[in-house]
C-alpha cells in the first residue's frame, strides 16, 4: 500500500477516474465532491496527499489548499491541485503562491497524475538537504526554519521556491540542468516527466519574490540550464 489519497473535486465522473487509476497503482483512496467535507477529511484522516479542483462551489480549490497547509503544521501535507479553466500562467503562478505543490491542467492523463503523486510523496518523505545556512550578498537561508530574508526582510517563498533557491545557492557558480532540478527540488523521474516549463515558472515566480538585484544573479546558460552567479 502506498498510502491515501484524498480526492476533492465536484465532479463526480472526474473523482470516479482518478480513484481508479490511483487504486490500481496501489494507493489507498478517500474521496468527496464537497470541499468543506474535504477540510475535515483532511484533518482527520492526514492522507498521505491531497488532489483538489482549483474551482469549486462554496470553497474553492486555492481556498481549501491554503486551509489544508495551515492545518497540517509545521510537517506539510504535499496538495496538487487540478483546474479545467484556470489554465493561464498567473494561475498557475497564484496556485503556487498560495502553496500548492504541483498543478494539473485538464484533460491530464493518468499516468502523468500518477508522477506527479508519486513525486510530491517522494519530496515530503525525503526533504531536500539545503546545508548549511546561508549568510552573504545580503541573503540569509536557514535550511532548519526554512526562513530566507533579503536585506533583513523576510521572503515568503513556497516549499519548491525555497528547495529550488537552497540548491542554486549550495551549488554557486555550477550550472544545473532543468531535468536535475526537476529530480532534485520535485522528485521527479525524468524518464517519467522532463517538462522544463515546470522549472521555468518556478524561477520566473522565484525572481520576482527575491527583487531585481537577486534575481539577475540567477543567470540562464541558453541550452543548459541555471546557475547562481
Not at 522565484?206 to 552567479?229: H, M
Amino acid at each position: 500500500m502506498n498510502g491515501r489519497i484524498l480526492l476533492v473535486d465536484d465532479d463526480r465522473a472526474m473523482l470516479d477516474v482518478m480513484r481508479r487509476g490511483l487504486e490500481a497503482r496501489g494507493y489507498a483512496v478517500s474521496f468527496t465532491d464537497n470541499p468543506s467535507e474535504g477540510l475535515i477529511l483532511a484533518r482527520d484522516l492526514k492522507p498521505a496527499a491531497v488532489i483538489t479542483d482549483a474551482e469549486m462551489p462554496g470553497m474553492d480549490g486555492l481556498t481549501l489548499c491554503r486551509a489544508v497547509k495551515e492545518s497540517a503544521g509545521k510537517g506539510g501535507l504535499p496538495v496538487i491541485l487540478i483546474s479545467g479553466k484556470m489554465t493561464e500562467e498567473e494561475d498557475i503562478l497564484s496556485a503556487y503562491d498560495k502553496g500548492a505543490d504541483d498543478y494539473l491542467i485538464k484533460p491530464f492523463s493518468i499516468p502523468i497524475m500518477l508522477a506527479k503523486v508519486s513525486a510530491v510523496l517522494r519530496r515530503y518523505s525525503a526533504r531536500t538537504d539545503a546545508g548549511e545556512s546561508v549568510k552573504r550578498d545580503g541573503i540569509e537561508l536557514d535550511p532548519e526554519a526554512r526562513t530566507v530574508k533579503v536585506k533583513g526582510a523576510p521572503v515568503r517563498l513556497t516549499r519548491k521556491e525555497f528547495d529550488l533557491l537552497a540548491l542554486l545557492l549550495t551549488s554557486r557558480g555550477k550550472v544545473l540542468s532543468p531535468s536535475f532540478l526537476l529530480e532534485r527540488v520535485w522528485g521527479y523521474d525524468p524518464a517519467e516527466y522532463n517538462d522544463t516549463h515546470t522549472v521555468e515558472v518556478h524561477l520566473s515566480n522565484l525572481r520576482k519574490k527575491l527583487g531585481p538585484e537577486l534575481s539577475a544573479r540567477i543567470a540562464s546558460v541558453t541550452g543548459v540550464g541555471y546557475k547562481f552567479e
